[in-house]
Each structure stands twice: as C-alpha cells, then as structure tokens.
C-alpha cells in the first residue's frame, strides 16, 4: 500500500488548508485510515480517523471542532479539512492506513504510512 499526502503549505494563522491523501490499493474500502502530525522535537500526535465508510471519526482534543476528516471510497482517498488553523498546529502532517479497518488512536494501529506533508501557520 502506497500513500501519497499533498495539500500542505504555509498559511496564516486563522487560515485554512485542506489535506488530501490518495492510497494505491484497490480494497481502499476495507482500510481504516488516520491523520497524525509530528512537530519538531516532538512526538507524533494523532489528530483524526475515519472507519471504513466514513460514518465514523475520532478528533484529537487539539483539533476538536477546527478539523474534519472524510474520505471518497471511489477515489481512494482521505481528506483533512483544517480550519482556524493556529501556529501550534505547524507540523509534519502524515497519513496512515490498516487494513481490517480499525481506526484507532495509536500509531501502532497503522502499518501504512504516507510520507507528509509539511503545514506551516504564521503567526
């Protein structure tokens, strides 16, 4: 499984940017996938996740009702929405996937791993 994330940049505090991750597999619809970030001298932190038919979603406390996460089973491919973004939120931004569709909080959870994506908010 190969995940490709695009999406990130620089922004200005308030802004917003949206996160896209597209997955080379053709079962999309049985993976559970996830959003982490990681910022400098940090450790990963989870940030959302998504069940296999979208109907359900996890938030980290940080990004409760700023971010919103989705997915389109028929492209492939899981969003992050991110609004109201804060300098805080300044990090690599990775997705993740696992295959029997769990979507839990832990990076453990996930053996697919995008490459990032860099999201820079100013002050």
């Known amino acids: 499984v190969q995940l490709q994330a695009s999406g990130g940049g620089l922004v200005t505090a308030g802004g917003s940017l949206r996160l896209s991750c597209a997955a080379s597999?053709?079962?999309?619809?049985?993976?559970?996938m996830a959003w982490f970030r990681q910022a400098p001298g940090k450790e990963r932190e989870f940030v959302a996740s998504?069940?296999?038919?979208?109907?359900?979603?996890l938030y980290g406390d940080s990004v409760k009702g700023r971010y919103t996460i989705s997915r389109d089973n028929a492209r492939n491919t899981v969003y992050l929405q991110m609004n109201s973004l804060k300098p805080e939120d300044t990090a690599v931004y990775y997705c993740?996937?696992?295959?029997?569709?769990?979507?839990?909080?832990?990076?453990?959870?996930?053996?697919?791993w995008g490459q990032g994506t860099l999201v820079t908010v100013s002050s």
């Open positions: 993740a996937a696992r295959r029997d569709g769990d979507y839990g909080y832990s990076p453990n959870l996930y053996p697919y």
């Open positions: 597999v053709r079962t999309f619809r049985t993976y559970g």
């Open positions: 998504i069940s296999v038919t979208g109907v359900s979603t």
